[in-house]
C-alpha cells in the first residue's frame, strides 16, 4: 500500500475537523492586524486622555516594508503556539484514543502513517502562511505603500522552514508521549527555548539558529539588502533549521517505531 491513501486520508480530517480554514483564518488574522493597528495608531494615541494638555506626538510613518516586517515579527509567538495546539493530538491523540492501532490492524506501516501526518501538516502549513502574507501584504501596499513583491515572496519562503520545525518537533513530541498536553507541553517548551536561547550563546549559534533565519527573513522583507546578500546572510540559519527538522523527523519516526500501540 502507497501513502497515497493515507495523505488522502489526513486532508479528509483536515476537512472534518475545519482544520483546513480554520488555520489559513487564524494566520490571516494574527498577521494583518499589525498594518491595521500601525495606521491606527496615530490616532488612539491623539484621542488617549491623561495626556498634559498641549502636549504634542509626533510618530514617523514607517515604510510599507517595515510594517509587514514588524507583522511577521508578531506572528512568531503566537503562530507557534497556534501550530502546536493543532498538531499536537494529532498521533498522540490517536494513540489515545485507539485510532492508530486500528489503523495499524491494516497493512499500513508506521513510516507511511508518520510520513503522512508530516506532509500534510508541512502543506496546511505553507499554504496558510502563503496565503496569510499574501493577504497582509495586500493591505500593508494599500495602507502605507508599494513593496516589493519578490523580496515578499522570498523572505515568507525564507522564513517558512522555522514554521516547518514547530511542525515536525510537535509531531515528535506526539510520537512519544501517549497524550496530546504532554506533547504540546514538550513542544512549547523545546520551541521556546530554540528560538529564543541561541542569541545568547555568541554569533554562530545565533546565525545557525531559527532566529537567524527570522532575522535575515525580515532583512529581506525590509528590502534592506540585495536578494543574493540576504541568501548569503540566510545561508546559515537554513542549513542549521533543515538540519533540525531532518533530525526530530527521524526522531519521531523512531519514537512512534519503538511505541507500545
Known sequence: MTSHPMIRKEFNELVKTYKILIIPIVFIALMITQPITMKMLPDILANSTGLPEGAVIKI???SAPE????????????GTFVLILIVMGSIAGEKASGVASMVFVKPISRAKYYLAKAITYYTLTMASM???MGITAYYTEILFGKLDWTHVWIGTLMYIPNLFLVVTT??????????????GGASLVFNILIFTVPQFLGKFLDMVSPG??????????????????????????????????????????????????
Open 60 to 62: 514617523p510613518t514607517p
Open 67 to 78: 510594517v509587514l516586517s514588524t507583522a511577521i515579527s508578531k506572528f512568531s509567538s503566537l
Open 130 to 132: 502563503l496565503i496569510g
Open 170 to 183: 510537535t509531531l515528535c513530541a506526539s510520537s512519544f508521549f501517549n497524550n496530546a498536553v504532554g506533547a
Open 212 to 261: 537567524g533565519l527570522s532575522n535575515a527573513a525580515m532583512m529581506v522583507i525590509q528590502e534592506n539588502s540585495t536578494l543574493a546578500q540576504a541568501f548569503i546572510t540566510g545561508l546559515p540559519g537554513l542549513a542549521g533549521v533543515f538540519t533540525l527538522n531532518i533530525v526530530f523527523f527521524f526522531m519521531g519516526w523512531y519514537f512512534l517505531e519503538r511505541s507500545e500501540i
